[in-house]
């Protein structure tokens, strides 16, 4: 009898395919759709692990791209690569769950790109001091402080980090509420793409060093 083949290639990546990581990926995405649902109707760009299954989607703001980690690149709503298909300043929101390493700069160039002003990156990571972490430490790798450096490279304001899911056993949390308790599984990172104000030319007196009268 033939051996029954793999639902996966060889080689393929493996994160977040456990019980504990697909229920902490579905209490995130239940948090997330109600704080999108506040948000403006703009485009959106949700990038997502590649074990997220499909039938797991909450029922976002219409007008987006919802696409997963696939082999060297994202597969979903369309299937592309980096750097994204998109034009310049298109999108209101861009999620960004527990993306690989790979690209890592590359991508958050891109996220910027292709936000408009006023637009927010929604960055999930596992929160590296959280003891939920060490259940599964390859299906839930650590998230590092380059993250936060490539979204202040590209003149990001990172807002306060809010943390959510269990702190340790997969105990129900109401309305996957968020907390800054910083022993929470996941941590999540809101940075907002902020335009530059245009200078207006100073008056010819005061660019002689006179102000005028009041």
């Avoid at 395919?17 to 109600?34: C, F, V």
């Amino acid at each position: 009898m033939p051996a029954a083949a793999p639902s996966r290639q060889p080689g393929a990546s493996i994160r977040f395919s456990g019980r504990e990581a697909q229920w902490l990926l579905a209490e995130e995405r239940r948090w997330l759709d109600a704080n999108l649902a506040s948000r403006p109707a703009r485009p959106w760009l949700w990038l997502a692990p590649a074990a997220t299954a499909a039938g797991d989607w909450p029922t976002p703001p219409p007008r987006g791209l919802r696409l997963h980690e696939h082999a060297d690149g994202y597969a979903g709503t369309v299937r592309c690569g980096l750097p994204l298909p998109l034009p310049n300043d298109c999108l209101g929101d861009v999620v960004l769950q527990h993306p690989g390493a790979r690209d890592a700069a590359v991508l958050v160039e891109e996220c910027a790109r292709v936000l408009v002003d006023g637009g927010r990156l929604w960055l999930f990571l596992v929160n590296p001091w959280s003891p939920y972490r060490w259940r599964s430490p390859r299906d839930l790798p650590a998230a590092g402080a380059a993250w936060q450096h490539h979204l202040r490279a590209q003149g990001m304001q990172i807002d306060t980090a809010c943390f959510i899911g269990p702190s340790w056993r997969m105990a129900k949390v109401e309305g996957a509420q968020a907390s800054a308790w910083p022993l929470r599984a996941c941590r999540v990172i809101v940075a907002e793409k902020r335009g530059l104000a245009p200078v207006v030319p100073a008056p010819p007196a005061w660019r002689r060093g006179t102000a005028p009268a009041a």
